[in-house]
Each structure stands twice: as structure tokens, then as C-alpha cells.
């Protein structure tokens, strides 16, 4: 009987933990929706940045911004996205894995004296980060930077990035991050920030014909100056939101997952308890008709 009270104790709570994975999985579910709707929202400002860009591209001038000059690289700023929390599975050491991959392969661009920055987003990430000891090679954790900064924020973070830049703090910037694919798939990318390529600022390809409908005022190279800036920031903004619908839809596969696994389990154990119980019935039916023939 001790074994059977056990065994009910234990399916209790097996019991418990597939209803709480349960609803754990609903709520993340919900958060991806709710990230998903907000990467959507953003998409219209973030085109139509690209295509004024696109339009003041394709007057052939010549443009003179800090934030696309290149120079030498001897220092490099890596921010990498991470989580504060846990029971997202694999999630945080897929995007570590990255930052090794992207360490090495600066290393190997740029020669072994380059020095990297670590700047860590979410606690996991940051514990991970300060555990590396290597020749040049430091973690800055941000105050008041984590994976659930909002807007304003990452805006913050951003502009001082693009200060740390101009002033030669950094000689370039990188974001490694998790792209979100779908509930189903993200991939860990590395993505330019600092300087500015002309690849990623290129929208919808214009004609040179249609750049003649419009008159730029004051001049090009100070709207391009002005919408420059606000690209980064959407770019930015993006990054953090494919990052925390990332976040939540590895959380619902991790929760689907541990709760196939308290299913099972639940089933196993199910099955186990009423052989046992069976055999306590069995046992006691035998006593009795072995009492009984003792008469």
C-alpha cells in the first residue's frame, strides 16, 4: 500500500506539471502573437524609410554621413540577444554558439589584436559572456539593458551605440540575434549595425526616371543625414521584437515538449499503479479463500 500511496503522489504531480507546461504554452503562444502583430506594425515605417533611401541612392550622389564612413577596425562592439529567463530550451546556447562562430571569424578578418566588446542582452547571455577569459576579448554589461526593454529603450541603447561609434569607441557594430521564421523555426543572425552599408539601406529598386518627379529641400545629403539615423532605430527595433517572438515561440516548443514528455510519463505511471493495485486486490482474494478453506 505504501508503494501505491507513492505512486499516487507521484502521478499527482506529474499531473500538476502537464497542466502548468499546459498553460505555460498558451501564454507564450499569445506573447508571439502579440510580437508578431507589433513586427507588422513596424514593417510599413521601416519600407517606407528604405524607400526614400532608395530614392536619394539612386541620384548617384555622392553622400557624406559618420555613420557609413568605414576605417580601420581595431576594436569591434558586439551586441548579442539573449533571454532573462529560462524554459525556452536550447535557445540561449544556439545564439552563444553564434557569437563564438562571429568571434572567431572577426578574429580572422581583422588579426588576433582586434579587441571585442561583449554587450550581453539578458541575464542568461551575460552569465554565459563573463565567463569568457581571452586575450582582448571583454563582456560590458549595459544597466538597464535586457530582452524585455521596450521601445524608448532600445532607442537609447541605440543612440548611444551610434555615439560610442562616431567617437571611435567602436570601429564597427554587429548585432547577433535570433530571426524569427516562424513559431516553428528561427535562425541565429549576425546583422551589420555600425558602419551603415549601402547594401542594407537599398529598398525597392527606383528608376533614375522616377527620381526626377522629386526635388529635394534643403538638399539630399542633409535629408539622407536626418532619415539615416531612423532607419538604424527601426532596424534596431526590429532586431528586439524578432528577438522576444524568438524567445517565446522556442518557450512554446520547450513547454510542448516537456509536456508530451508528462504524458508519457503520466501514462507509464497510470499503468503501473493499477498493476499494482491489481495485484493487492489478487493478493487479497487469495487470503480470503485460503481462510476460508482452513475451515
Known amino acids: 500500500m505504501a508503494t501505491l500511496k507513492a505512486l499516487k503522489t507521484r502521478i499527482g ?11 505555460m504554452k498558451m501564454i507564450s503562444s499569445a506573447k508571439v502573437h502579440k510580437f508578431e502583430n507589433e513586427l ?10 528604405k524607400s526614400i533611401m532608395g530614392h536619394l541612392l539612386d541620384t548617384n ?10 576605417r580601420e577596425v581595431k576594436k569591434v562592439g558586439v551586441v548579442v540577444y539573449g533571454t532573462d529567463d529560462g524554459l525556452c530550451g536550447a535557445y540561449n546556447l ?14 580572422e578578418k581583422y588579426g588576433n589584436d582586434v579587441e571585442i566588446t ?38 537609447s541603447f541605440t543612440n548611444s551605440l551610434r555615439k560610442d561609434f562616431e567617437n571611435g569607441v567602436f570601429d564597427v557594430v554587429e548585432v547577433v540575434y535570433m ?18 552599408s549601402r547594401e542594407a539601406l537599398e529598398g525597392e529598386a527606383h528608376s533614375t526616371e522616377d527620381n526626377k518627379m522629386y526635388i529635394f529641400e534643403p538638399d539630399a545629403n542633409s535629408i539622407f543625414n536626418e532619415v539615416l539615423p531612423m532607419f538604424v532605430l527601426s532596424t ?7 528577438n522576444k517572438a ?50
Open 246 to 295: 524568438s524567445e517565446q515561440a522556442a518557450r512554446v516548443m520547450a513547454m510542448q515538449a516537456a509536456n508530451d514528455n508528462a504524458k508519457k510519463l503520466l501514462e507509464s505511471l497510470q499503468l503501473e499503479y493499477n498493476k499494482l493495485r491489481q495485484q493487492g486486490i489478487t493478493t487479497e482474494l487469495l487470503d480470503i479463500l485460503g481462510g476460508q478453506t482452513g475451515r
Open 13 to 23: 504531480s506529474v499531473a500538476s506539471s502537464e497542466k502548468i507546461t499546459g498553460a
Open 61 to 70: 550622389m555622392d553622400f557624406n554621413s559618420p555613420l557609413i564612413n568605414e
Open 179 to 196: 530571426k524569427y521564421l516562424s513559431m516553428g523555426k528561427q535562425v541565429a543572425t549576425v546583422d551589420p549595425l555600425y558602419p551603415v
Open 236 to 242: 534596431m527595433q526590429e532586431i528586439n521584437l524578432e
Open 94 to 107: 544556439n545564439i552563444f554558439k553564434k557569437f563564438l562562430e562571429e568571434k572567431s571569424r572577426l578574429r
Open 118 to 155: 561583449v554587450m550581453p542582452v539578458g541575464k542568461k547571455l551575460a552569465k554565459a559572456s563573463l565567463k569568457l577569459k581571452e586575450h582582448n576579448l571583454r563582456t560590458l554589461v549595459v544597466p538597464g539593458i535586457d530582452s524585455k526593454m521596450e521601445g524608448g529603450t532600445v532607442d
Open 40 to 49: 507588422k506594425k513596424l514593417l510599413p515605417f521601416k519600407n517606407q524609410v
